[in-house]
């Protein structure tokens, strides 16, 4: 997983043009803003995603400062049939090069920056996935369809074509915050919406997410269970206000279930498999003493078998921000003495699986297997 601001990987993709630029512009024309608009609640809420959505406001180009920088408006329609400019909103351009360089929640991100760049009201939300990702949260394995805006005036984004995602639904004052400039749902009411309204897999990973955000102190590396356990029933709470919603029973299911102590996407589904499986919950982030007295953190701990397991990222082997000043064959060394420890301090098996083990819980079940781990009969 990227541990920056998420401008790191990606697929390719196609957009169409739309080089029109109407509507009012504030800040600078690469079409980022300064100040904030006014009317939801007042003041800005601080997120670490902060630097991604600076990041991405950046990225994101206007048809005049195109045209400034010596483009035509033909030249700018043949540089988006060709792949080179991808359409992010009506007149809003990213570069192929950083389209490309983007994993699937920061492209994602573009967009929503885009809107809420040609935003010409204050009765705009933005709410559901596009209010996850401006928090930087995941949406493990989902696509929005669309920029997810709420409201009974969301037609105040001045695009109406396809790319925006209306729901009308009421964002009562409580329910709205900034973000970095960008009104958007609370992370409780953000959590809400999502969970009732993705796949299994999705739901746990940005519940996991969002529960973690509100409760992990970065500073002091703790995870506060008090205070988890607080947001967990105001959003129990608030299930429980609207028993004939929409996947409302989901709903139900994964605020139960989740666990800010799941670092990862792949960690969360993870945690959900392990279940389907029939393992009983694991212990997570499980504290053990190095031989030089360090602290070293197990993923899971599989009490019923009894087992560790280790959803292994790639990001710790070849990612320079978490590599720091060590090499990758470094990383894969102290990472096999780290294992080798643990494993013979502890006389317990150590299961490893990364991303394409964790498909399904069949192939989840099948790796774990194969290092002789198998759920209690």
């Not at 904030?36 to 800005?44: L, V």
């Not at 990225?59 to 195109?66: D, E």
């Not at 720091?324 to 470094?330: C, I, K, P, Y």
Request: proline letters at 6%; a positive charge.
């Amino acid at each position: 997983m990227d541990t920056g601001n998420g401008f790191g990987g990606g697929m390719r993709g196609r957009e169409s043009v739309d080089t029109t630029d109407t509507g009012t512009r504030t800040g600078k024309d690469t079409g980022t803003r300064t100040g904030e608009h006014t009317g939801a609640r007042t003041g800005t809420e601080p997120t670490p995603a902060g630097t991604a959505v600076d990041a991405a406001r950046s990225l994101v180009l206007t048809t005049p400062a195109l045209e400034r920088s010596g483009l035509s408006i033909s030249a700018i329609r043949a540089a988006v049939r060709t792949g080179d400019l991808v359409t992010v909103h009506r007149g809003r351009f990213v570069r192929r090069a950083d389209w490309d360089a983007a994993y699937p929640e920061a492209r994602h991100l573009l967009r929503v920056v885009a809107a809420d760049s040609r935003r010409r009201t204050d009765a705009v939300t933005f709410s559901h996935g596009s209010a996850g990702v401006v928090r930087g949260l995941p949406l493990f394995r989902y696509s929005p369809g669309g920029v997810h805006v709420s409201g009974p005036r969301t037609n105040g984004v001045a695009w109406t074509g396809n790319g925006m995602r209306r729901h009308e639904l009421a964002v009562p004052e409580a329910d709205r915050t900034v973000i970095q400039g960008i009104p958007c749902t609370t992370l409780e009411r953000t959590v809400y919406d999502v969970i009732r309204t993705v796949p299994p897999e999705t739901a746990i990973a940005f519940a996991d997410a969002a529960l973690r955000a509100a409760a992990w102190d970065a500073t002091a590396r703790v995870y506060d269970l008090e205070k988890a356990e607080s947001w967990r029933s105001m959003l129990t709470e608030r299930i429980a206000r609207n028993p004939g919603a929409r996947g409302i029973r989901q709903a139900r299911w994964v605020a139960a279930f989740a666990d800010g102590q799941a670092q990862l996407p792949g960690e969360s589904v993870s945690r959900l498999y392990l279940a389907d499986l029939g393992f009983a919950p694991p212990r997570l982030q499980v504290p053990f003493r190095g031989p030089r007295g360090e602290r070293f953190e197990i993923d899971f701990g599989l009490e019923d078998v009894p087992a560790w397991g280790e959803f292994d990222g790639v990001g710790k082997y070849f990612d320079p921000a978490m590599l720091g000043t060590r090499t990758t064959r470094e990383a894969f060394v102290r990472e096999k003495e780290r294992e080798d420890w643990i494993r013979g301090r502890s006389k317990r098996p150590f299961a490893r699986w990364g991303m394409p083990h964790i498909d399904t819980a069949l192939t989840l079940g099948r790796r774990l297997a194969a290092f002789g781990v198998v759920p209690p009969r």
